[in-house]
């Protein structure tokens, strides 16, 4: 092989590869000779490109007359672009479309693939389509490739790519040999966007009664669409038209399909139906679920989950709402003369009252003897008030004050005083923190003094004192200051983003107003609801927090979010409210937001008996405040209109009373893990090994022990091992210090006679973040027709 290689390229607009020689005037004639001298005296290799034809024969004649070997080479469009490349060039390429359509001019990748087709196809239309078979895995992204408007685009530029499609979608068919992606790779040559709309056609109605696939996609390619799997598309985006036509066909099936969902089986098996890609679905199913057919599970409310995860228009609160359509356990009733004592209020108040009464509301359900309950926790806290409010850890007033020493310890503060935070929404604040790297360490419940309500409570909270000196905020935390800790007000969240930071110790107080104004709005009139707009909230609050954070000098460990509210509200049915027709009436609750009524002692005389029959006559225990305030006892409401909107506050029900407050930092706290164990398992004496049945539905329970102060909440379970269906999932949540049971149906494939152990594995919740466990035992996996029963596998 030469060591110089000389090789004419003419006019073409092309720049020579790095290290080659580019000839085009007289005096680089000159010096690269000298260069070829030089070159050939060296032994080394010397590439050259000639523009013109004169050079080139006077390099040929020059060799010749000193007599140096050279590789002479009159280059064309096709060898260019095949040498400078590096790659198989087809031969359909002709040297007029490489200059007509200027590949010459393209920057190459340095890497890139062995073939002139898979090269193009790689750069200007998607990866995906390089591969030289298609695969199942990679349909929805060529099909999203195929009908690329950018792609078309492309191709109007470099025509040429349409005859690299074609090649590519002929190799593919000829890989295939036969079936559905043979069918498929010549679609897409042919038709690409008839295949994109059959295959969302399919992606949509695939679960379908066959009938409404009949109903859009003609008869002779129904035999094809149904060939394609459905796992296949289960990335596809969707074909604007195809999309609408498969939804006048859902609404159709729902038309007539809804009415008729009268249990749980029933719903089941139109879940099973709906490709859980669309918005409308989702409406639908929440439209069943509303109807009140039939008892709603957790089982039921999962699968939704399961099926609409991902759905785009579909949110995690929309998700995780759906908890609305479960009927919770009925809360326990006080007995006749039993008295609760103050835990045991809290503990039935969040755990059994909040979650029924949720479901009250959403559901539109009066429960007299519940509203029983509720009177009798307003009778109770209010004959209780003055001993709750002087125990330190119970009393919100003195909430900041109990955090002291926490503060102390931390470098840098921020004190999240929430305006109107029930305990009904604060998973949506703690999910929000969680999301941005804050977590929970710290849980308690305290009780709002009365009425509940800011100008009440907020001033108290702050100040920890029962007699205050300042209604202004700002004064009041000026008075906190002690102990080398600056206590700085800020009013919203634009102060929260201007605020400067050092390394000294501060303790910022964020008053955040807008959970208060979304709560006494109708959001729902809007076709919102208020876990999602209150999680559009504190989303944006948590992402400002996080970024004060981000900004801060100091270590984050030495960070601390505190999370407290003023008060909780409440919102009243339609049979819990009490009529009172008095013109006092009026005068009293001019306040559309507030349910209480303050009557200065000029005044009081003044208010019928019969008034103060519906409620409490209130006044402050700790301080000089000679005011009354009537208290509505209960959810009553004495207010003659429907003024009402939304969320409610200033009555001493439960939700209105008994608030959350937590404490947040940036680094995970430290859990325990729960313990799990199988009970009622059946296992062989000889060899203690468990013993399961293939093919017949197994019910596997597993006892779960929570050590945590906190609870559990089991979000779902998979079996890792052996091959199962799973036919059904009963989940549970687990209280603090408690254990419970979850059960799993499941059902051995035949293969698992090949296995030797059974490992299952757990998903839970606690404290807003997700963990998992597995459980394992050793197992044998028996036919159902071997020999050796006896009456114990009867049981």
């Not at 000294?504 to 709005?521: G, I, K, M, R």
């Amino acid at each position: 092989m030469n060591s110089i290689a000389i090789k004419y390229i003419g006019e073409l607009a092309y720049d020579a590869p790095g290290g080659t020689l580019l000839l085009r005037t007289e005096q680089e004639y000159v010096s690269i000779c000298k260069k070829i001298l030089e070159s050939s005296s060296a032994g080394s290799i010397l590439n050259v490109w000639v523009k013109k034809k004169a050079h080139y024969i006077w390099l040929k004649s020059f060799l010749k007359l000193v007599d140096i070997n050279a590789e002479f080479q009159e280059m064309t469009p096709r060898t260019i672009l095949k040498t400078a490349w590096g790659v198989i060039i087809p031969d359909w390429l002709d040297d007029g479309t490489v200059v007509s359509q200027q590949l010459l001019n393209i920057e190459l990748p340095s890497e890139h693939p062995a073939t002139f087709v898979d090269t193009m196809l790689g750069m200007f239309l998607g990866p995906e389509l390089q591969a030289e078979t298609l695969k199942e895995g990679k349909l929805s992204e060529v099909i999203q490739t195929a009908n690329n408007p950018e792609g078309v685009d492309q191709v109007e530029r470099y025509p040429v790519l349409s005859r690299c499609l074609e090649e590519k979608y002929d190799s593919w068919s000829v890989a295939a040999g036969s079936g559905w992606i043979e069918e498929v790779s010549s679609g897409l040559k042919d038709n690409p966007e008839t295949i994109w709309k059959e295959l969302t056609l399919k992606s949509i109605l695939g679960n379908y009664p066959e009938k409404l696939l009949e109903f859009v996609v003609p008869p002779h390619r129904i035999t094809f669409v149904n060939k394609v799997p459905g796992n296949a598309l289960a990335n596809l985006p969707f074909h604007s038209l195809a999309r609408e036509q498969a939804i006048d066909q859902i609404d159709i099936f729902f038309r007539d399909i809804s009415p008729t969902v009268k249990s749980a089986d029933e719903f089941r098996r139109v879940i099973k139906c709906v490709s859980g890609r669309l918005p409308k679905e989702f409406k639908y199913i929440e439209d069943i679920l509303n109807s009140g057919g039939f008892d709603v599970t957790a089982q039921e409310i999962e699968l939704v989950r399961d099926t609409f995860e991902g759905c785009p228009g579909i949110t995690t609160v929309q998700l995780s709402g759906l908890d609305r359509f479960i009927l919770p356990m009925r809360p326990a009733l006080p007995g006749d003369g039993e008295k609760w004592e103050t835990e045991r209020w809290i503990k039935w108040a969040v755990e059994e009252y909040v979650p029924f009464r949720r479901w009250q509301m959403n559901n539109d359900v009066y429960d007299p003897e519940v509203e029983g309950a509720v009177r009798a926790f307003s009778n109770w806290y209010i004959e209780e008030y003055g001993a709750i409010h002087q125990d330190a850890g119970k009393s919100l007033v003195h909430l900041l004050s109990d955090w002291r020493e926490s503060i102390s310890t931390d470098q840098l503060s921020l004190v999240l005083l929430v305006d109107c935070m029930p305990v009904e929404f604060w998973g949506l604040l703690q999910k929000a923190f969680a999301g941005v790297g804050l977590h929970r360490h710290r849980l308690e419940y305290r009780f709002a003094p009365l009425p509940t309500t800011t100008e009440i409570s907020k001033p108290l909270l702050l100040s920890g004192k029962w007699d205050r000196r300042h209604s202004n905020y700002a004064a009041i935390l000026k008075d906190k200051n002690s102990d080398g800790k600056e206590y700085i007000y800020l009013p919203n969240l634009k102060a929260l983003e201007a605020v400067k930071l050092s390394e000294n110790s501060n303790v910022f107080v964020l008053n955040y107003l807008p959970a208060d104004e979304t709560l006494h709005s109708d959001v729902e009139a809007k076709g919102s609801s208020y876990d999602e707009e209150l999680y559009r909230l504190f989303s944006r609050l948590a992402d400002s927090v996080k970024r004060l954070l981000e900004r801060w000098p100091g270590e984050a460990e030495t960070f601390s979010l505190y999370v407290l509210t003023d008060h909780g509200a409440t919102r009243i049915l339609a049979e819990e409210k009490s009529d009172f027709d008095s013109s006092i009436v009026n005068k009293l609750f001019m306040d559309q937001k507030r349910r209480y009524a303050p009557v200065v002692p000029t005044e009081a005389a003044g208010v019928p008996d019969n008034l103060w029959e519906f409620g409490y006559r209130f006044k402050q225990v700790f301080s000089s405040d000679e005011t009354e305030y009537f208290i509505p006892r209960g959810h009553n409401n004495v207010a003659r209109d429907n003024r009402y909107v939304g969320y409610v506050h200033g009555g001493a029900t439960p939700e209105e009373v008994i608030v959350p407050a937590a404490i947040f930092k940036p680094v995970k706290a430290d859990w325990h893990s729960p313990a799990l164990r199988f009970i009622n398992i059946r296992t062989d004496p000889a060899t203690g090994m468990a013993v399961f049945y293939i093919q017949r539905v197994i019910p596997l329970r597993i006892e779960i022990q929570n050590p945590n102060s906190v609870g559990i909440r089991i979000t779902k379970i998979e079996v890792l091992s052996p091959d199962t269906d799973v036919k059904e999932v009963t989940l549970t949540g687990i209280k603090p210090h408690s254990e419970g049971e979850v059960e799993i149906d499941c059902y051995f494939n035949n293969s698992a006679r090949e296995q030797d152990e059974l490992i299952v594995k757990l998903f839970f919740e606690i404290a807003g973040e997700e963990y998992s466990k597995e459980i394992m035992t050793g197992a044998e996996f028996r036919t159902a027709t071997r020999g050796g029963f006896n009456l114990k596998d009867l049981q």
